[in-house]
C-alpha cells in the first residue's frame, strides 16, 4: 500500500501518523529513510537513483526521516524525524527536475513539521509512461528500477522492456479511444462532438464511479452556473459492465472504473447560412459556444481525479462527425465552411499529472476554429 498524489498533498502530522500506524512495510511501493542525507555529488546520485527507481518500476514513495517497521518499535519510535526544511525540501525538487533525463511528470514533495519540531520529506513519485528515466549527475549517466526494497541498476532486458512499456501503454490507449470512436458510429447519426481522455498509466485503485462522491460529478453538483450551453447534469444514470453512464438531452457521459472517460455531445445548432445564390438556408453550425463542451469536460476531468484521490497521465482526444455539413459561425453575420470531409479529427493531447485539463480544453477550442480557417479569438 502507498498514498496517492492527492492523499500526500493533503498530509497533516494526525494523518502521517495514521499512515504510519498502518505499519505498512518496504516494499516495491515504498521506501523508508531514516535521514536526509548532505545533498552533495554523492547524496544527489542516490536521491535520483530512488526517485527513478520508483517511477522506472510502477511508481511509490519515498519516506524520510523514518524507520521501517520492525515488532521492536512502536510507530512514535518509528518517526524519528531528519533534518529538512523548506528550502531543502525545494533543493530536492530542483534536483529531481535537473537530475532525471527525460523529467518525471508529477512529483509531489510535502514537507511535514510536528508540533515537537521533528520533521519528515514525503516524495511521491508516479508511475511513468514516458520510461524509462535516466540520472544524470556530475557525469554519471544510468538507469535504476525499484525491485521489492532495493532500488539497482537496471540491466539491458529490463530497459528494453521499459521502452516497449511505454510504447504499449500510448498504444492500447489509442486502440481504447478507436474502439469508442467505432461503437459510437454504430449507434450514433449526424453531427456531434466524442471527447475522451484515456489513461496513460494503471490506477492505484479502481475508481468507485457508483460512490456518492462520483454521483456529484455527472449530476453536475459542483458546476452549477459555470456552464450554460452544456453543461452535464443529469437526474440520473446507469451501471455499465465498467463503469457509470449519465444521460442528458444531448449529451452522455461515460465513466470507467480504469479511469477512461468519454462525452458524446449531439450539435443540434442551427442557424440560417448565406448561400452562393443568395438564398439563407438552415445549416449546422458551430460558434463560440460550443467552448462549453471542451471545458465542461475537462471539468469533469478534474472533478473525478479530485473524488478518486488519484492523479493521472491522459491521452486526450476529440472527433467531430457531421462536418462535411458544418458551418463556423464567425464575426458578425459571417461564416466559414463547411469543412471539407465528413470528419474532423484533433491532434491527439497528453496531459500530464498535475497538469490542469482546462489548457487541453482551450487548445481543443482553438483547433476547431483552425480547422474551419478561422480563429477563435475573433
Known amino acids: 500500500m502507498h498514498l496517492t498524489s492527492n492523499e500526500v498533498g493533503l498530509l497533516t502530522e494526525e494523518t502521517f501518523r495514521e499512515f504510519m500506524a498502518l505499519g505498512v512495510p518496504e516494499g516495491v511501493y515504498l521506501d523508508y529513510k531514516l535521514h536526509m542525507k548532505p545533498l552533495n555529488d554523492a547524496g544527489k546520485k542516490e536521491l535520483l537513483k530512488d526517485i527513478s527507481g520508483f517511477a522506472n518500476a510502477v511508481g511509490g514513495m519515498l519516506v524520510f526521516g523514518a524507520l521501517e517497521p520492525k515488532a521492536s518499535l512502536t510507530p512514535e ?57 535516466m540520472v544524470v549527475s556530475q557525469g554519471y549517466r544510468g ?53 475522451q481522455a484515456v489513461p496513460l498509466t494503471g490506477l492505484p485503485r479502481p475508481w468507485e464511479v457508483r460512490s456518492t462522491a462520483f454521483d456529484r460529478v455527472w449530476r453536475g453538483y459542483d458546476r452549477v452556473g459555470e456552464f450554460k450551453f452544456c453543461d452535464l447534469k443529469a437526474s440520473s444514470g446507469r451501471p455499465t459492465i465498467d463503469g457509470w453512464r449519465a444521460n442528458g438531452g444531448d449529451w452522455q457521459l461515460d465513466i470507467s472504473q480504469n479511469g477512461h472517460l468519454s462525452l458524446v455531445v449531439a450539435n443540434h445548432e442551427r442557424e440560417k447560412v448565406q448561400a452562393n445564390i443568395g438564398v439563407g438556408l438552415e445549416r449546422t453550425i458551430v460558434s463560440a459556444r460550443h467552448k462549453d463542451v471542451f471545458f465542461v469536460f475537462a471539468h469533469v476531468i478534474r472533478e473525478c481525479l479530485h473524488h478518486s484521490q488519484s492523479e493521472l497521465p491522459f491521452l486526450m482526444t476529440c472527433l467531430y462527425t457531421g462536418a462535411d455539413y458544418t458551418y463556423l459561425r464567425m464575426q458578425g453575420p459571417k461564416f466559414a465552411g463547411p469543412f471539407e470531409a465528413s470528419e474532423i479529427v484533433w491532434p491527439e493531447h497528453i496531459r500530464f499529472p498535475g497538469e490542469n485539463p482546462a489548457n487541453i480544453a482551450e487548445e481543443q477550442f482553438s483547433e476547431l476554429f483552425f480547422a474551419f480557417g478561422g480563429s477563435s479569438k475573433g
Not at 520533521?119 to 514516458?130: H, R
Open 143 to 195: 538507469f535504476h528500477i525499484r525491485h521489492s526494497e532495493s532500488t539497482t541498476e537496471m540491466d539491458t532486458h529490463e530497459i528494453r522492456e521499459s521502452v516497449l512499456s511505454s510504447a504499449t501503454a500510448e498504444g492500447k490507449a489509442r486502440q481504447l479511444a478507436r474502439d469508442r470512436i467505432a461503437w459510437n458510429a454504430s449507434r450514433r447519426a449526424g453531427a456531434y462532438f466524442l471527447l
Open 77 to 133: 519510535e518509528r518517526m524519528v524525524g531528519t533534518k529538512v526544511d523548506e528550502k531543502i525540501a525545494r533543493q530536492v525538487e530542483q534536483i529531481a527536475a535537473s537530475g532525471l533525463d527525460p523529467q518525471i511528470s508529477g512529483l509531489r514533495f510535502k514537507l511535514l513539521e510536528f508540533a515537537d519540531e521533528r520533521c519528515f520529506l514525503i516524495v511521491y513519485v508516479p508511475s511513468s509512461f514516458t520510461k524509462p528515466h
